[in-house]
């Protein structure tokens, strides 16, 4: 969602009708977000194509049916796994209340900076602080 500091905003239309939307407050984190977009594409296009295919196979006269772990898992031919909890952080990794915190690295105006960022969707307003490594 576009905040009172986004100066750069990208959207995509999919073929299906998925929208993908990308917001930056500054050229640096326009590049990141464009790097991280170009990185999951591939992912982001197959698992369209795979959930619109499950749910023509899963229609019911009353509408589709709501996807278990199960059928999700074999579409995918996955195995699920227990979630992590956030108090067991990966090694070397920090965590906070909304997951594994993803570790991020640039240059600004004021030079090169490294932190973990939280991993709550970009604008939630209980967006934990970023911590900083120094």
């Given at each position: 969602m576009a905040t009172e500091g986004t100066k750069?905003?990208?959207?995509y239309k999919l073929a299906d009708g998925t929208l993908i939307n990308l917001y930056a407050a500054n050229v640096q984190e326009l590049e990141t977000g464009l790097t991280d977009l170009s990185m999951v594409s591939t992912l982001i296009a197959s698992t369209s194509y795979e959930l619109a295919k499950r749910s023509v196979f899963d229609s019911a006269p009353g509408g589709p049916a709501a996807p278990t772990v199960a059928s999700v898992a074999q579409a995918f031919n996955a195995t699920p796994v227990q979630?992590?909890?956030a108090a067991a952080a990966p090694a070397g990794g920090n965590t906070c209340r909304h997951g594994v915190m993803a570790l991020r690295e640039g240059t600004s105006a004021r030079g090169p900076w490294k932190g973990y960022m939280c991993a709550a969707p970009k604008g939630a307003t209980d967006k934990c602080d970023?911590?900083?490594v120094r």
């Open positions: 750069f905003q990208i959207n979630a992590t909890p970023t911590i900083w």
